[in-house]
């Protein structure tokens, strides 16, 4: 009996599963694609839709931009672009834009900006700018006449692909090396095309992935011709072309300092105990994963708002900075800080392949003005305003958690969000927050208070 009912709600589930799916669901005009979502998934379709409408764009031209970034689209998902202004870097001055959900982020990088203006700022230099793609191929035979084949077609790989490099080896760009690297010894007949590239302003996965994509031809169709190999070793099997997210060799660095004492403007707690206590912090995130790891998501939440805001590919960026810091194979913190001389240093170094051009940059209204805001900055200087955000706000964080705590920041912030979900009207939000001001914030404190006022 037991037996059929599973079977019974196997069958069901598995059907219900299937009256879910849909063939040709691209090929539907946005409306019909609504029309199948709402009626599939929704018990009130009129009310699913109307949310869906109210976040499209009433002038249709830039909806349509919208509609076209990506496929299937059926609305647009908004996030918050805010400002921290106040930025001093390398004696300029920057507001920075950051596109985020999370609530207390852009008021700590404000914060943090303010704290350094008024001690010299940021210094940041660009260390490299080095971008890797790699052909992956298997090849069955003599090393050593591989790496004659290679050296015969090494030039042929580079002429091969000069449709594709010429207008960026014209601005001072291109192919920097093409090496020949075997992996045998980890995997049978493994090797790689590993090729150095400068892409300039632009972050260059296009660029990349089409230059490997020509080597790969040009490398199978002439390993076909070479006369040392024999009818085997001639059959090279290209397993994939593609750039790599990790860079390490495209490295910016960004760093504060300031005497010590100057670090005090908490009354409780003077510069020199403020020093030691971060640096201790910034010690645990060094030995510690389980703390690293929530160390550089605050880093990250600066870094990934600036490069969602200036229409850069965040996922690449993240991929990259964590590989980094896991580089000499324990995940470690990527900020650093000691005290020298008296002088008090934070500072970080971050792999961020960045673009300026290309990509969204020249499509999205909003990456538009955001790099506007920032002096329309070349690839290397994004670099450096990216790695201050990542920094400030690591500042901020670790201030925080070694002086007054996280949560009393974090909740202040978190008091809109709270208000917001128990629908609070103007009045109320202008009387609690200016209540909550000198009381501790918790969802529970909030409620009460919100129906106090209520009754
Ligand atoms: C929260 O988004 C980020 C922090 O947890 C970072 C940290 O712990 O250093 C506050």
């Not at 992956?136 to 692909?161: A, C, I, W």
């Amino acid at each position: 009996m037991q037996k059929l009912l599973a079977g019974t709600l196997y069958l069901s589930s598995k059907l219900q599963v299937m009256s879910k799916t849909i063939s040709g669901f691209s090929k539907l005009s946005k409306s019909k694609k609504i029309d199948w979502i709402v009626d599939t998934y929704f018990s009130n379709a009129e009310d699913a839709k109307s949310i869906l409408k109210q976040y499209w764009n009433t002038n249709d031209k830039l909806q349509q931009l919208h509609d076209e970034f990506i496929e299937n689209t059926i609305t647009n998902y908004y996030l918050p672009l805010g400002v921290a202004p106040n930025f001093l870097i390398n004696d300029k001055f920057y507001t920075i834009p950051m596109a985020i959900e999370e609530s207390s982020v852009v008021a700590a990088a404000s914060k943090a900006a303010k704290f350094w203006l008024d001690r010299g700022g940021f210094k940041t230099t660009v260390i490299s700018t080095t971008k890797i793609g790699q052909v992956h191929f298997m090849y069955n035979g003599d090393t050593e006449k591989l790496k004659r084949f290679f050296q015969d077609v090494k030039p042929k790989l580079f002429k091969e692909s000069e449709a594709i490099t010429k207008n960026m080896t014209k601005r001072g760009g291109g192919i920097l090396d093409i090496e020949l690297r075997d992996r045998t010894a980890e995997i049978d007949n493994y090797f790689q095309l590993h090729v150095s590239f400068e892409t300039l302003d632009a972050m260059g996965a296009n660029f990349i992935n089409s230059c490997l994509e020509q080597f790969a031809k040009t490398f199978k169709k002439e390993a076909l011709n070479f006369d040392l190999f024999t009818e085997t070793e001639q059959q090279i099997e290209i397993v994939m072309s593609i750039l790599s997210n990790y860079v390490p060799d495209c490295l910016v660095r960004a760093e504060v300092s300031c005497p010590v004492e100057q670090l005090s403007d908490h009354s409780e707690i003077s510069g020199e105990a403020f020093a030691r206590k971060f640096i201790q912090a910034v010690n645990i995130a060094e030995i510690e994963p389980y703390r690293a790891v929530t160390h550089n998501k605050g880093v990250m939440n600066g870094i990934d708002a600036v490069v969602l805001a200036t229409g850069n590919d965040f996922r690449a960026i993240e991929a990259g900075v964590h590989a980094y810091a896991a580089r000499n194979g324990r995940y470690s913190s990527l900020s650093h800080a000691k005290i020298e001389d008296g002088i008090f240093k934070f500072w970080m170094e971050i792999p961020l392949a960045l673009g300026t051009v290309g990509g969204l940059t020249g499509l999205h209204p909003l990456v538009k003005l955001s790099l506007e805001m920032l002096h329309k900055p070349s690839a290397q200087e994004l670099m450096q305003i990216v790695a201050v955000a990542g920094l400030a706000q690591n500042f901020a964080a670790l201030r925080s958690l070694t002086t007054t705590g996280i949560q009393q920041g974090h909740m202040k912030m978190h008091l809109m969000n709270i208000l917001n979900q128990f629908e609070a009207n103007d009045k109320e939000k202008l009387k609690l927050t200016a209540y909550f001001k000198t009381k501790t914030v918790t969802h529970n404190a909030v409620i009460e208070r919100l129906k106090e006022l209520r009754s």
